[in-house]
């Protein structure tokens, strides 16, 4: 299993005590403060202000309450490889990072 200072949960796989997180049945899981979701997005839907992230093989993140501008850069990832990493900073609850297809495959998490 893979475990570093925070938890990882991959699209494929889960590890660690994030699998207690996971709702079998629909396959959904809501990131805690230092998860980091990796993978493409299938479908994003917005519910009461909540972000819903559908990614290819099934997997659902939902995001909870975000804001417009973080709703706006996660539309135009659509397709795309994403990582998402939940923090515990006021007003910088989710660094995003959207790949384009020609980009590295092994990129640091930058900010």
Request: proline share 1%; charged share 25%; aromatic share 10%.
């Amino acid at each position: 299993m893979y475990q570093t200072v925070y938890r990882f949960f991959y699209i494929s796989m889960l590890c660690g005590d994030a699998m207690k997180s996971v709702n079998e049945t629909k396959r959904t899981y809501v990131l805690k403060p230092w998860d980091e979701v990796r993978g493409k997005i299938q479908n994003l839907e917005i519910k009461n202000k909540s972000a819903i992230l559908r990614f290819f093989g099934g997997t659902i993140i939902n995001l909870g309450m975000t804001t417009v501008e973080i709703q706006k850069k996660l539309m135009n990832a659509i397709g795309k490889k994403v990582h998402i990493l939940r923090t515990d900073i006021v007003n910088k609850e989710y660094c995003i990072k959207i790949f384009e297809e020609n980009e590295e495959k092994n990129h640091i998490f930058g900010g």
